[in-house]
């Protein structure tokens, strides 16, 4: 099993969650997170004030899934998220040792 975290712009959400979901996909977490890299945050002007936004709003969404599935999601992911502009975000993939439902007990892919 593997994680898959991806930091995603907050309008790509409903696309990249179309993708996954035809993939079959049963669920996934999604937060509201802030954040900067490259992009380094952004200046904007209110009320003619001047002031330095640091950090950018971001969505992460986490799925845990089979092994198999990985490169299906990492490629649907970035498919629907790039918009070809600095500041579209990251994936990162990690293993996973278990995964056990609560409800009935099931364990590894079985939980999933």
């Given at each position: 099993?593997?994680?898959?975290?991806?930091?995603?712009?907050?309008?790509?959400?409903?696309?990249?969650?179309?993708?996954?979901?035809?993939?079959?996909?049963?669920g996934m977490t999604v937060s509201e997170v802030r954040g900067f890299?490259?992009?380094?945050?952004?200046?904007?002007?209110?009320?003619?004030?001047?002031?330095?936004?640091?950090?950018?709003?971001?969505?992460?969404?986490?799925?845990?899934?089979?092994?198999?599935?990985?490169?299906?999601?990492?490629?649907?992911?970035?498919?629907?998220?790039?918009?070809?502009?600095?500041?579209?975000?990251?994936?990162?993939?990690?293993?996973?040792?278990?995964?056990?439902?609560?409800?009935?007990?099931?364990?590894?892919?079985?939980?999933?």
């Amino acid at each position: 099993m593997k994680k898959v975290e991806c930091i995603i712009k907050p309008f790509k959400l409903d696309d990249v969650k179309a993708a996954i979901c035809n993939l079959g996909i049963d669920g996934m977490t999604v937060s509201e997170v802030r954040g900067f890299g490259r992009q380094k945050g952004h200046t904007e002007l209110y009320r003619g004030a001047e002031y330095r936004i640091d950090f950018i709003p971001k969505i992460k969404i986490e799925l845990v899934v089979a092994g198999d599935q990985v490169e299906a999601v990492v490629s649907a992911v970035q498919l629907e998220a790039s918009t070809g502009r600095i500041g579209d975000g990251k994936i990162f993939v990690s293993n996973i040792e278990d995964s056990i439902r609560i409800r009935t007990g099931e364990s590894g892919n079985d939980s999933l």
